[in-house]
Nanobody, 121 residues
Framework: QVQMVESGGGLVQPGGSLRLSCAAS????????MGWYRQAPGKQRELVAR???????VYADSVKGRFTISRDNTKNTVSLQMNSLKPEDTAAYYC???????????????WGQGTQVTVSS
């Protein structure tokens, strides 16, 4: 009933930029926080950045000053602008949102399918 569809990602050289986008669709009543997580091979999934419905942002220390998260509440979208990319940013990136679906009574976590970001020369 609710879907999260990601776009963006790919292969980029160190120092380059990429932009990830994610759109939530379906029978949605309200969206609370939205965010991006990443998971590298052999590692646990970790928070990259999160933004509240009011625009308050939180970033992992490793991406502060390089990544910017934003959202469009009218379109139910969240984006991640990634600049000055490093090889250690290589991972599968997943969007996440806390969504209150129509006919439900509590917020639940929804995830995108994941998009690969590879930073390599």
């Amino acid at each position: 009933q609710v879907q999260m569809v990601e776009s963006g990602g790919g292969l980029v050289q160190p120092g380059g930029s990429l932009r990830l986008s994610c759109a939530a669709s379906g029978r949605i009543s309200s969206i609370n926080a939205m965010g991006w997580y990443r998971q590298a091979p052999g590692k646990q999934r970790e928070l990259v950045a999160r933004i509240s419905s009011g625009g308050i942002t939180v970033y992992a220390d490793s991406v502060k000053g390089r990544f910017t998260i934003s959202r469009d509440n009218t379109k139910n979208t969240v984006s991640l602008q990634m600049n000055s990319l490093k090889p250690e940013d290589t991972a599968a990136y997943y969007c996440n949102a806390q969504i209150l679906a129509v006919t439900t009574y509590r917020f639940s976590d929804y995830w995108g399918q994941g998009t690969q970001v590879t930073v390599s020369s």
